[in-house]
């Protein structure tokens, strides 16, 4: 209905959780039955770009990884493009 609605969620934690908080927004949306979700801010992430509509799990994964590994966590993932698996084999 062309009417924003919207929550900031901690993206560290599991993709259930995430869904918790997106589902709890949706219901306080002032559209009743409000059931469109999209990423349209973030912070923390460095330089990794974040789409309006990556998944639960990819956000709750990248999140953590940036969490446990801080800013160079965040620099590999950009220097890696985003590339989970990559930065994770150059922290081993």
Known sequence: N???HG????AAQEPWAI???VRDMLAASPVAG???WA???YEGFGEVRIEEYTG???VAELASFIVEHGDMGAALLDY???DLNEAREAVT
Do not use: C, K, M, Q
Request: net charge negative.
């Open 34 to 36: 409000a059931e469109e």
């Open 2 to 4: 062309g009417i924003l």
């Open 80 to 82: 890696f493009s985003g």
């Open 7 to 10: 929550a900031w969620v901690e």
């Open 19 to 21: 869904y918790d908080e």
């Open 39 to 41: 990423i349209h801010d």
């Open 56 to 58: 639960f799990n990819t």
